[in-house]
């Protein structure tokens, strides 16, 4: 799956790995002209493993991907948005402003990015179930967008739609009508 930043058209894309990892990449879009060609490194590259199944060397100019998950638990990466505050009516908080989430649909995690000059995993928040997950309890989640209210918004095998939502003074988010699980939002 692929997300587009409605801010910089940069695309988001999630790429499930072969046996080791998954990966999460950037393609950067240029501000003006044609769009160049990005080599994001398969078959040389299972997110930063080197994974030579093909003859000849390994070309340059590689980009490398902005975050890897090892395959086990997860096994299924897919790209959400890049959180704006638009100004929706359900818009989760100010501070995930820019942020970066993806999820898994096996493991059923939805974790978050910050770019600080480059990607890393964003602080946890009050209420967050682990270190790594923003979210979990996700199990088939096929989709994660940012909707115009402002709400992460996400399908759900088999053909759930749902709304992640605050739930109030104490700074939990929940799915709407589903089985997905806390979800923590700071200040939310």
């Known amino acids: 799956r692929c997300e587009i930043d409605p801010l910089t058209g ?7 790995g072969e046996f080791a ?6 393609y950067v879009r240029p501000a003006l002209g044609a769009l160049p060609l990005r080599n994001f490194g398969w078959p040389w590259f299972e997110g930063t493993a080197v994974h030579l199944p ?3 060397s390994v070309p340059a100019g590689l980009e490398a991907p902005i975050a ?5 638990p997860w ?7 890049r959180y ?5 009516r359900r818009q989760i908080d100010n501070d995930y402003e820019g942020s970066l989430f993806y999820a898994d649909h096996g493991a059923g995690g939805v974790r978050r990015l910050v770019a600080n000059g480059s990607w890393s995993p964003a602080p946890a928040v009050p209420g967050q179930p682990n270190a790594q997950d923003w979210g979990t309890g996700f199990q088939g989640i ?7 209210d402002g709400a992460l918004w996400f399908t759900q095998h088999p053909g759930a739609l749902k709304r992640i939502r605050p739930l109030g003074p104490g700074n939990a988010i929940a799915a709407v009508s589903g089985s ?9």
């Open 21 to 26: 990892m998954d990966e999460l990449s950037q």
């Open 180 to 188: 997905g699980q806390r979800v923590a939002a700071g200040d939310a």
């Open 68 to 72: 890897t998950v090892p395959n086990q």
């Open 10 to 16: 940069d695309v988001f894309l999630g790429d499930v």
């Open 54 to 56: 093909c003859a000849g």
């Open 142 to 148: 096929s989709s994660l967008r940012q909707g115009p």
């Open 75 to 81: 096994v299924s990466l897919l790209a959400g948005p």
């Open 84 to 88: 704006r505050n638009l100004g929706g």
